[in-house]
């Protein structure tokens, strides 16, 4: 492969200041394309854009297909009548400079962005074209779209309930009842039947990130710049990856991994590391001409170049 010279920087937007208690894909993110543009550089290194999960990194997310929520602009979200200004003015407990503090913003963030996707999906003062965007979105995405919404709906449910009752391990396989832990067809039926709604507001906010994702990124190669993508080689044993395709994994009958990864002992961990994520299982995985892999694939080159 043959490369122009370039050079550019690795910055994930989590980082970019100018909106409170976290970095978006707004217009802060705009503004440091102008700045590479500006200082000659042609790259833009990013992580993962995952929502992420445990210890808020980047590497344990919820999905691998899915962005992160947090990252949504809410000025983008007034902007097109989906919220007010009113809706998000911070509180006091959200950062208005310094390191991000994960919990306050979701414990804050979430809540609008539901409340943005309730005020989508009434129909109300929303645009014809919207609509249609958001139904082609949700029907080019549900190869992965709706089984990590149902994912969250159900997970949602049960953390809360397992912050009530604090069982030894609340991980999908260890806490959800049987039926929903290994994904049964029926049981997922009926568990949208009466949860529509909330499962729905997790695709309308995932068509959210897609839409500020996708102006970001248009603005960006119009520019010059290109984005460079990331892609971990294990997923989080937490994700709607693996409890949709256990199949996938080396787990045992109730989803729980039989080996995990990490790495022994080295220069740079005297004890090794034990990362916890569940290993796959290439054997089936071949059997289906590695489709997981190359869905997932294909994803990342629809949000980078």
Not at 168 to 180: D, F, H, Q, R, V
Not at 211 to 227: D, M, V
């Amino acid at each position: 492969m043959k490369f122009t010279r370039s050079s550019g920087i690795l910055l994930h937007p989590t980082s970019l200041a100018g909106t409170p208690g976290i970095g978006t894909i707004g217009k802060p993110a705009f503004d440091f394309v102008d700045w590479l543009t500006d200082a000659g550089q042609s790259l833009w290194q990013i992580l993962p854009l995952g929502p992420t999960g445990y210890g808020d990194s980047p590497y344990a997310s919820f999905s691998t297909f899915a962005g992160n929520p947090l990252l949504i602009d809410l000025d983008c979200l007034v902007e097109r009548g989906w919220l007010t200004k009113k809706d998000i003015v911070p509180p006091e407990y959200i950062k208005k400079t310094g390191n991000v503090d994960f919990g306050a913003v979701v414990w804050w963030k979430l809540p609008l962005l539901k409340k943005a996707a309730e005020n989508f999906l009434s129909g109300k003062d929303i645009r014809a074209e919207d609509l249609l965007a958001f139904k082609d979105f949700c029907k080019s995405k549900k190869n992965w779209l709706n089984d990590f919404a149902l994912f969250m709906s159900i997970k949602t449910v049960y953390d809360k309930k397992a912050a009530e009752e604090k069982p030894a391990n609340s991980i999908w396989y260890a806490w959800w009842p049987e039926k929903l832990a290994l994904h049964d067809e029926g049981a997922l039926a009926d568990w949208y039947k009466e949860n529509k709604n909330d499962v729905d507001l997790y695709k309308v906010i995932q068509f959210f990130f897609d839409q500020q994702w996708t102006a970001l990124k248009k603005y960006a190669n119009e520019n010059g710049i290109s984005l460079i993508g990331d892609i971990p080689i294990f997923v989080a044993p937490d994700s709607a990856d693996v409890w949709s395709n256990q199949k996938l994994f080396q787990l045992d009958k109730n989803g729980k991994p039989h080996c995990v990864a990490g790495v022994p002992p080295d220069y740079f961990c005297a004890d090794g590391q034990l990362w916890g994520n569940p290993l796959y299982d290439w054997k089936k995985m071949k059997d289906d001409g590695y489709k997981w892999w190359i869905a997932r694939i294909k994803r990342v080159f629809e949000l980078t170049d």
